[in-house]
């Protein structure tokens, strides 16, 4: 796709809309490797913002990193029932390795308990080892047939929280203190509201007692699973024998968690606020927050304006905000305006003579309007402008999103046409019985994407499922997902 | 091993000294996959402080982190004659993924030159693209027979820098520049003298014009390569048809770099500074930089010693030092000074009922005596503790090295005698011929390390070659090498 073409609009193509964002804004590039993706500069500044805001709410609880080896032994896997049935599937297998055929192949990590639990049993023999709170950052494949850029590819980055605890009551309070963080990072960095709750059996992680996951509706009013938190009970403890003595002297096995979010946050990310434009950036995340435009007709003015932009984005950065100058003589502002909209860039400094005369800048934010401010006291003002664009991006998506929900379902018949029509999220009690969810997702392709926390519970409560019109044993959340 | 036993020491075994030292400060694990390693919380952050201050290092000088595929299609490794033979023997292959053989088998990188290469022909068009200056931190594997923890591991963590210019010597520049980093991060942050030069043809990279080099010189006196910059000319820009149009309109190959360090840093980090006692960790890359350990006997005097320690420590952790107080209840003060020597803690700070009562704790150096200073003032009184040790780690590696390097070597007998006893570096003269250095290899095992950058030449230069007698080329750097 050249630089000169429009995007396709949202409204055209969503699917090709997001691909041009993605490319446009040079997030990503797809590679000669099937299926695996190039994340360039500017989409792995915004994971390197990612990590690092991710990173501090782990160790600001205790967590630390750790590495363990990208092969896991065919064998480990096979170690948890319902774990090798649900990835076994999709590996890639190492046969093959210093030029001779290996007497048991390696599966490159599709996750990584296995291989963690196997050295759990290695460390934790008291209730004094306990608990263990750990995390990686790291790459994972898991074959895929269709793929889509971060949403979906057969390579991607993430981060594995892996715990012990002494007790089911801690490992609990882990997996659920981790949804906390996940769903506040989601709000406050991504700027996407998300629901949260519990998975339903047919959607947990193979090999969890319970999964906890954060839910966010795109602009294609599909949704999106944005990060999960696994209690894994004893399953993996039992598994690979990781038991621990307790105060009592009695020996027990541990109890344990995992959780994660990857690569995938950025397609969320895009998806939940971009626009025909291309890119838009919560400013949190952005890997450029500022773009000063000088503008210039003459050569007289061509030097005092460079200068004068200079002196705004060196007064930026030294404020700890990202900033650059476009000085390209060969392109017109105009066009300059275009390429930076689509690349995201929240705040834009338009500073022409007369703005140099006056003492001032024109802000213009990549939503929200534009209007002069002084040239002193400029960091300040931009702070302000970000702090007002981060709230106001939330608020939207959180607005657009309630907007394309429906509660109190009533039955059959409006649920299809809610789910086949524009979508959302749709609201109604469910009975508890798996035939009902599966017969859903049979019609409409729809599943449930949460058994929702109180805090999104409507009320009052549904009292009979939507489906089959027995009595609802809880209220559940349906929508296509990606 | 038992956190009980004392460790093996460096006189009677410097490598079961290096995995004693290792495993007993909780840097790594063995893992139970072939060759991998586990890198262990106190491990990884050494990892990632090393990161932090080579990340910023690349930043200031205008590259930009992005990430690549894991997975390389083993046609690309041929598509450079010599780098194909250089690590295809060395790869560890997938020929599944999904359940399917694939058509092409897939490598798994050894380095990533060549799917880097496949996108840099795509992305770049005209001297407007250049210079590309990318980084990518990642996990590399490659197959080894004999491994060590973090020296040489089938897997391991390292960044790769890889660069394209409009010119040769644009590209030389390049090369150069960040040799002058990764020398300044050795000394300035792992307090580990190195030298700087050129590697001779037979130990360059495979693919290489010219490949630049960090070396130290370990307590064992052998070479540790700690850091490669390569010049590649255009060898990986004609493999991979990477042209762009020069201004006066001409197409010219592009000119290109890459370079690397990895978590083979940490073991020589360990093997520069540790001693008997176990590791000895420069306060800049310090896990833990800071322990507290309070001192009580009676019941009435514990509450007043942990209440002192825990404000000391919140001092210290309020200026940015890292600290823990050890308040294990069970573990007398002699059995935690010796738990956290083993671990490289650089200051602990001893406070018993005498100190709370005088407003002052026992500084303790793990290397370099202790003395009282007073709590008022602590973080700045800890600082220059801090600076202090990591000046003198410098020097005293920085003479050892210099006490074990021997300069003007008349001639065979004397090379031989030296590297074949206690060794360290040999400074000779060369002939530049690789017979020579071939024989040289075959008779003491050593290799010729560097062509030393001007800082590091003997005057007067050697005139004859130090095995052959003809007159000297250049000058050459011998030792025997991890």
Redesign the interface.
Same mark, same amino acid.
């Given at each position: 796709m050249s630089s000169e073409q429009a995007l396709t609009t949202r409204a055209a193509d969503f699917s090709a809309w997001y691909n041009d964002v993605v490319m446009r804004a040079e997030l990503a590039?797809y590679? !000669?490797?099937r299926g695996? +993706?190039?994340?360039?500069?500017r989409g792995?500044?915004i $994971? /390197?913002l990612m990590q690092q805001a991710l990173d501090g709410l782990f160790k600001a609880t205790g967590h /630390?990193? @750790?590495? *363990?080896? #990208? *092969?896991? !032994?065919q064998s *480990?896997l096979a170690k948890e029932a319902e774990h090798v049935k649900g990835f &076994?599937?999709? =590996? &890639?297998?190492? =046969?093959?390795?210093?030029?001779k055929l290996l007497d048991e192949?390696?599966v490159?990590r599709p996750t990584s308990e296995t291989?963690i639990y &196997? +050295?759990f049993a290695? $460390?934790i023999q008291s209730y004094r080892d306990l608990p263990v709170l #750990?995390n990686q950052w @790291?790459?994972i494949?898991r $074959? /895929? #047939?269709r793929t889509r850029l971060f949403l979906r590819t =057969? /390579?991607f #980055?993430w981060q594995e929280g892996h715990t012990a605890h002494a007790t089911a009551d801690e490992a609990e309070r882990e997996a659920r203190l981790i949804l906390g963080l996940y769903r506040r990072f989601a709000e406050e960095w991504m700027a996407m509201p998300v629901l949260t709750g519990v998975k339903t059996d047919s959607e947990k992680f193979a090999g969890a007692v319970r999964t906890y996951a954060i839910e966010a509706l795109m602009q294609d009013n599909k949704a999106l699973q944005a990060g999960t938190s696994h209690n894994l009970g004893q399953n993996f403890a039992k598994a690979f024998d990781v038991k621990y003595q307790t105060t009592a002297g009695d020996t027990e096995y541990v109890w344990s968690t995992s959780w994660g979010v990857s690569t995938r946050l950025i397609g969320g990310l895009v998806m939940t606020h971009s626009d025909d434009n291309g890119l838009i950036c919560p400013p949190r995340l952005a890997p450029l927050q500022v773009i000063v435009v000088p503008i210039w007709k003459s050569d007289t003015d061509r030097q005092g304006v460079l200068e004068a932009a200079q002196r705004a984005r060196q007064s930026l950065v030294d404020a700890g905000i990202s900033a650059q100058v476009d000085h390209r003589d060969a392109v017109k502002p105009g066009a300059k305006y275009y390429h930076w909209e689509a690349r995201g860039v929240p705040v834009r400094l338009e500073i022409g003579p007369r703005d140099v005369a006056q003492g001032q800048a024109v802000l213009a934010r990549r939503v929200g309007g534009k209007a002069a401010v002084p040239l002193a006291g400029l960091p300040a003002a931009v702070h302000e402008a970000m702090d007002e664009v981060q709230a106001a991006l939330l608020e939207a998506a959180r607005a657009r999103r309630e907007a394309n929900s429906i509660r109190n379902v009533k039955g059959r018949e409006e649920l299809k046409a809610f789910l086949d029509g524009a979508g959302g999220f749709a609201y109604a009690g469910y009975c508890g019985d798996a035939a009902c969810e599966t017969a859903v997702k049979e019609e409409t392709k729809a599943t449930i994407r949460l058994l929702p926390d109180e805090e999104f519970r409507s009320a009052p409560a549904p009292r009979t499922c939507v489906w089959c019109g027995r009595p609802a044993a809880t209220e559940a959340v349906w929508a296509k997902a990606y």
């Open positions: 590039d590679s !000669p490797v695996c +993706m190039v994340i360039r500069p792995y500044r $994971w /390197e /630390e990193n @750790a590495y *363990f080896p #990208l *092969f896991i !032994p *480990f &076994a599937p999709q =590996t &890639a297998v190492v =046969t093959h390795g210093g030029g192949p390696l490159v291989i &196997a +050295m290695k $460390w #750990l @790291a790459n494949v $074959w /895929e #047939l =057969t /390579e #980055l």
